[in-house]
């Protein structure tokens, strides 16, 4: 199995930048296949990214697209999300997945572990 840790959330204004990190340890982490996720307050989780194993292959949610970057380092066991001209409605906890059989990328279920999650709050 693998273990997850998000890190890179914080307060920031409208327009400001982040990037998030998630750190794996464990089993290789080339063998899965990689998503990020948001929960906001008094909503369900969402989708926000995903990236293939070997990071050919990248998708994202209409509400972050062209906004958001995601990316991975094998050698360093390690993905990112990189998060541009952030929004108050970006505001969300977010978590990093692992899957090692996911079909659609997009549903949180197909993913097989998860980080603890790191809260980013941007304000207007």
């Known amino acids: 199995q693998v273990q997850l840790v998000e890190s890179g959330g914080g307060l920031v204004q409208a327009g400001d930048s982040l990037r998030l990190s998630c750190a794996a340890s464990?089993?290789?982490?080339?063998?899965?296949?990689m998503g990020w996720f948001r929960q906001a307050p008094g909503k369900e989780r969402e989708f926000a990214a995903a990236?293939?194993?070997?990071?050919?292959?990248?998708i994202y949610a209409d509400s972050v697209k062209g906004r958001f970057t995601i990316s991975r380092d094998n050698a360093k066991n390690t993905m990112y999300l990189e998060m541009t001209n952030l929004r108050p409605e970006d505001t969300a906890v977010y978590y990093c997945?692992?899957?090692?059989?996911?079909?659609?990328?997009?549903?949180?279920?197909?993913?097989?572990?998860w980080g603890q999650g790191t809260q980013v709050t941007v304000s207007s």
């Open positions: 997945a692992a899957g090692e059989r996911v079909w659609t990328w997009v549903k949180g279920s197909e993913y097989d572990y």
């Open positions: 464990g089993r290789t982490f080339s063998s899965y296949d």
């Open positions: 990236i293939s194993r070997t990071g050919g292959s990248a």
